[in-house]
């Protein structure tokens, strides 16, 4: 039996005593400012870096890519993606601080007794782990890949699919980074015993079928994975979670996207904040790009190419924060709108604070505003502005898992 390769030092670290949870940040304009200010800088190198080097310059103005893709040692050094992060899941270290664990074996025999050398060992143990894989794998999971906390799933270097069976979930813990995976076709788990840690393992009732089930998490970033065909959700954040960014996906073939809020009752949800930033939303996209209840959603510079009923929608008086993206709407002319007001007469919902700032709207796409559109907090939170809307299709041209080859510029 292949074990895993594990190197580096390990770091002493007790993860019983870590939090799982998260309190909201007090303030979410400033970290919407932040973001504001990376983009910001970001492009301002990225013109630097052109104007000195011309078309040999890496630099796109996406200040996540810009910070580790021009390494052409990003193999050597992969732990420096986890100081890359923006937004409210900015400070997602996942395993930054352990050993680096190589994933050999593609199988998922046991998911209480799990092997050396597979994903599933990788993830439930205790102390934090970058893990990797030494080659193309296609993990076909027989239960939820339950993951444990500090941990980094990261794809680049090979061609990694979870696929035909469960997929992963993302249930009270925190620090996690899932990175280059692709995840398709994934289905229920669950009426089984499955192992969360090397000392516990509980018996799991019917998943929902997401491709990553977010569970009161927090401090949790999922950056450039590719996402479709998911009997749920493609990812969904529920229950508290919070602390999160979802960066640089690309999104295709489904129904309920992404859903951002347990339901309209569970207040503990106002807690939830969110970024979503440089996604590229696709073909075959129907409906909660994302869907959110109660918390407050950062929506900047995303590429929505693609949707039959609506793009965002919510309930249960989120806020929302629209910047820079590029709306495209369908040719059905009952579904121009990009908003969606659920649950809620005119009378209430034309309080909730959603915001439309410098959107491209085409093929008779429109954004309904609501609430304090012109607000203080907004107006501080813009004041930098997001890269312009015309850009977006430069920002997201590599959304998704990357071909990234071992000894070359990722």
Same mark, same amino acid.
């Given at each position: 039996?292949?074990?895993?390769?594990?190197?580096?030092?390990l770091?002493?670290?007790?993860?019983?005593?870590?939090?799982?949870?998260?309190?909201?940040v007090?303030?979410?304009?400033l970290?919407?400012?932040?973001?504001?200010? @990376?983009?910001?800088?970001?492009? !301002?190198?990225?013109?630097?870096?052109?104007?000195k080097?011309?078309?040999?310059?890496?630099?796109?103005?996406?200040p996540?890519?810009?910070?580790w893709?021009?390494?052409?040692?990003?193999e $050597?050094?992969?732990?420096?993606?986890?100081?890359?992060?923006?937004? #409210?899941?900015?400070?997602?270290i996942?395993?930054?601080?352990g050993k680096?664990?190589?994933?050999t074996?593609?199988?998922?025999?046991?998911?209480?007794?799990?092997?050396?050398?597979?994903?599933?060992?990788?993830?439930i143990?205790?102390?934090?782990?970058?893990?990797?894989?030494?080659?193309?794998? =296609?993990?076909?999971l027989?239960?939820?890949?339950?993951?444990n906390? #500090? $941990?980094?799933?990261?794809?680049?270097?090979?061609?990694?699919?979870?696929?035909? /069976?469960?997929?992963?979930?993302?249930q009270?813990? =925190?620090?996690?980074?899932i990175h280059?995976?692709?995840?398709?076709?994934?289905?229920?788990?669950?009426?089984?015993?499955?192992?969360?840690?090397? !000392?516990?393992? /509980?018996?799991?009732?019917?998943?929902?079928?997401?491709?990553?089930?977010?569970f009161?998490?927090?401090?949790?970033?999922v950056?450039?994975? @590719?996402?479709? %065909?998911?009997?749920?959700g493609?990812?969904?954040?529920i229950?508290?979670? =919070?602390a999160?960014?979802?960066?640089?996906?690309?999104?295709?073939?489904?129904?309920?996207?992404?859903?951002?809020?347990?339901?309209?009752?569970?207040?503990?949800?106002?807690?939830?904040?969110?970024?979503?930033?440089?996604n590229?939303?696709?073909?075959?996209l129907?409906?909660?790009?994302?869907?959110?209840?109660? /918390? &407050?959603?950062?929506?900047?510079?995303?590429? +929505? =190419?693609?949707?039959?009923? +609506?793009?965002?929608?919510?309930?249960?008086?989120?806020?929302i %924060?629209?910047?820079?993206n590029?709306?495209?709407?369908?040719?059905?002319?009952?579904?121009?709108e990009?908003t969606?007001?659920?649950?809620?007469?005119v009378?209430?919902?034309?309080?909730?604070n959603?915001?439309?700032?410098g959107?491209?709207?085409?093929?008779?796409a429109?954004?309904?505003? @609501?609430?304090? /559109?012109?607000?203080?907090? &907004?107006?501080r939170?813009?004041?930098?502005?997001?890269?312009?809307?015309?850009?977006?299709?430069?920002?997201?041209?590599?959304?998704?898992?990357?071909?990234?080859?071992?000894?070359?510029r990722?």
């Amino acid at each position: 039996m292949a074990t895993p390769i594990i190197h580096l030092c390990l770091i002493s670290f007790i993860i019983s005593v870590m939090p799982t949870s998260s309190s909201p940040v007090q303030d979410p304009e400033l970290i919407v400012q932040e973001v504001q200010r @990376s983009i910001a800088n970001a492009t !301002r190198t990225a013109a630097d870096a052109r104007r000195k080097l011309g078309f040999l310059s890496c630099g796109t103005g996406n200040p996540i890519d810009d910070c580790w893709r021009c390494d052409p040692d990003w193999e $050597k050094n992969r732990q420096r993606l986890a100081d890359c992060a923006i937004g #409210f899941g900015k400070n997602a270290i996942g395993g930054r601080d352990g050993k680096i664990y190589v994933v050999t074996d593609p199988g998922d025999y046991d998911a209480v007794n799990p092997r050396p050398g597979t994903l599933r060992h990788a993830v439930i143990q205790d102390e934090p782990l970058w893990i990797v894989f030494a080659r193309d794998m =296609t993990i076909q999971l027989k239960e939820e890949l339950i993951m444990n906390s #500090f $941990k980094t799933i990261d794809g680049r270097g090979a061609s990694v699919h979870i696929a035909g /069976g469960p997929c992963i979930t993302v249930q009270y813990v =925190t620090n996690i980074i899932i990175h280059g995976i692709n995840i398709h076709d994934c289905k229920q788990g669950g009426n089984a015993n499955v192992r969360s840690s090397p !000392r516990h393992y /509980g018996w799991r009732t019917l998943s929902d079928g997401d491709g990553v089930s977010i569970f009161g998490g927090s401090h949790v970033w999922v950056d450039h994975c @590719s996402l479709s %065909n998911c009997r749920d959700g493609l990812i969904d954040a529920i229950q508290g979670s =919070t602390a999160i960014t979802i960066s640089n996906n690309y999104m295709t073939h489904h129904d309920k996207v992404m859903l951002l809020g347990h339901s309209d009752t569970y207040t503990m949800d106002k807690n939830m904040q969110v970024t979503i930033a440089f996604n590229h939303f696709g073909e075959g996209l129907v409906q909660r790009m994302p869907r959110c209840r109660h /918390g &407050y959603f950062h929506v900047v510079n995303n590429d +929505y =190419t693609h949707w039959e009923m +609506y793009a965002i929608g919510g309930s249960a008086s989120p806020t929302i %924060n629209s910047q820079g993206n590029r709306f495209l709407a369908p040719n059905d002319r009952f579904s121009k709108e990009v908003t969606k007001h659920e649950n809620a007469p005119v009378s209430e919902w034309k309080n909730w604070n959603w915001r439309s700032q410098g959107d491209l709207m085409l093929n008779g796409a429109f954004f309904t505003a @609501s609430g304090a /559109g012109a607000s203080s907090s &907004y107006a501080r939170a813009s004041s930098l502005g997001a890269r312009p809307s015309s850009l977006v299709g430069t920002i997201t041209v590599n959304a998704g898992a990357l071909n990234c080859r071992k000894g070359s510029r990722c």
